[in-house]
Every structure is written in structure tokens, then in C-alpha cells.
């Protein structure tokens, strides 16, 4: 089964650039890289640009309206995702227990649609 793990980040516990400790974090997320590749359940995932560079798009009335950055006010915001396949969300949640932001964010974990659902 395919799951995404949405990472969500508060930059107020986040650890700042250049520091050791984002440079611990990210030896972290490179350490969870290798092991979903080596165990062979990685289809995917990237960090995001951070929020201030978002462009928010939603439809009203049939017209096309955007903004600037994310819709919504939140203190955690999207920081990036991986895309999994895995057998059960047991296992998903131990892959996304590796995510080193889950210390001071969150990690949502969700599964994928099957649009084409062996029958």
C-alpha cells in the first residue's frame, strides 16, 4: 500500500540553517533516505521551498484568484513529503518514525488513492 508522509514543520522549534543542529537534522533525513531506499519501499519525496515563496490558487465563481504564500495561518507548515510502499500503516509509521522533524513537528501519514484497485 502506498502511503505519503506530509512533514510538517514549526519554525519556531525548528533547528536554523547553519547551525549543528540542522546540520544533525539533516544527516537525520539523509539516514531515513537511505534506509527506505536500501529496504526498498521509497518511491519518492523532496523538501519544499519555505512558505513565503507558495503561491495559494483557488477558483470563485469560475474565476481564477490567487494569493501569496499558503492559505491558511498555521504554525506548522509543509515542509516536504515522502511517498512509500509498504505493506500496512504499521510499517508505515515506523518509516515515518525515522523522519527526524517529528520531533518538533508533525508527521502525517496518509494513504494514497488506488484508482485502479486489483479486482
Known amino acids: 500500500m502506498k502511503y505519503m508522509f506530509l512533514i510538517y514543520n514549526d519554525a519556531s522549534r525548528s533547528p536554523k540553517f547553519g ?19 536500501a529496504d526498498g519501499v521509497m ?40 511517498i512509500v510502499d509498504v505493506p500496512d500503516l504499521d510499517k508505515a509509521l515506523e518509516y515515518a518514525a525515522l523522519i527526524p522533524s517529528a520531533e518538533f513537528g508533525t508527521i502525517e501519514v496518509r494513504p494514497l488513492m488506488d484508482y485502479n484497485p486489483a479486482g
Do not use: C, W
Not at 547551525?19 to 531506499?37: Q, R
Not at 519525496?45 to 465563481?61: D, K, M, P, V, W
Open 43 to 82: 518511491l519518492g519525496g523532496e523538501g519544499l521551498q519555505e512558505t513565503h515563496t507558495a503561491t495559494s490558487l483557488r477558483i470563485n465563481g469560475g474565476k481564477v484568484e490567487t494569493m501569496d504564500g499558503p492559505f491558511a495561518e498555521t504554525r506548522e507548515t509543509l515542509g516536504g513529503y515522502y
Open 19 to 37: 547551525t549543528p543542529e540542522f546540520d544533525a537534522m539533516m544527516g537525520g533525513f539523509f539516514a531515513a533516505n537511505e534506509k527506505m531506499k
